[in-house]
């Protein structure tokens, strides 16, 4: 069985996403606002690599980041071990995904996502939780379309 097969909510998450990221303190205070595309693919040419997502940020001042993000996969999860982050994720339902990981650069800031896609696979509203030594101090609410 592919992973497509393993993790079919997943799978429904193939494509371009275009949405915004806006990142809110404990307060509710917005303290970042950008827009985003997001390219979710399943390539077939390194087994090792079952999944990767290209996230290309840009902010109204002109900023630019860009982030690649391969994964490998085991028992039903995705394995993410990049230079920036570790962690995994796996599919709650057959709407919800969950995300964990941990900041390489900062061990003690750790992120748990939750990802809700919708019946039609085009909108996905995503929130991420950010922890410092197990504490809130953050959040970020995403809210995305698919493209293509």
């Known amino acids: 069985m592919s992973?497509?097969?393993?993790?079919?909510?997943?799978?429904r998450h193939e494509g371009e996403w275009h949405g915004t990221y806006t990142v809110i303190?404990?307060?509710?205070?917005?303290?970042?606002?950008?827009?985003s595309v997001l390219n979710c693919t399943f390539p077939t040419d390194d087994p090792a690599i079952p999944y990767h997502q290209t996230n290309h940020?840009?902010?109204?001042?002109?900023?630019?980041?860009?982030?690649?993000?391969?994964?490998?996969?085991?028992?039903?999860?995705?394995?993410?071990?990049?230079?920036r982050i570790?962690?995994?994720c796996w599919e709650v339902d057959d709407h919800c995904i969950v995300l964990h990981w941990i900041?390489?650069?900062?061990?003690?800031?750790?992120?748990?996502e939750l990802?809700?896609?919708?019946?039609?696979?085009?909108?996905?509203a995503r929130t991420w939780h950010w922890l410092k030594d197990g504490v809130c101090f953050q959040r970020t609410i995403i809210d995305e379309k698919k493209v293509s």
């Open 115 to 124: 990802i809700h896609l919708d019946d039609t696979s085009t909108n996905r």
């Open 3 to 11: 992973i497509k097969d393993e993790m079919p909510l997943l799978a």
């Open 103 to 112: 900041y390489k650069a900062d061990p003690t800031v750790s992120l748990y």
């Open 57 to 83: 940020y840009y902010w109204d001042d002109g900023k630019e980041e860009h982030i690649e993000f391969p994964a490998g996969y085991a028992d039903g999860k995705l394995l993410f071990d990049t230079e």
């Open 25 to 35: 303190d404990r307060e509710g205070n917005v303290v970042d606002r950008h827009r």
């Open 86 to 88: 570790e962690g995994s």
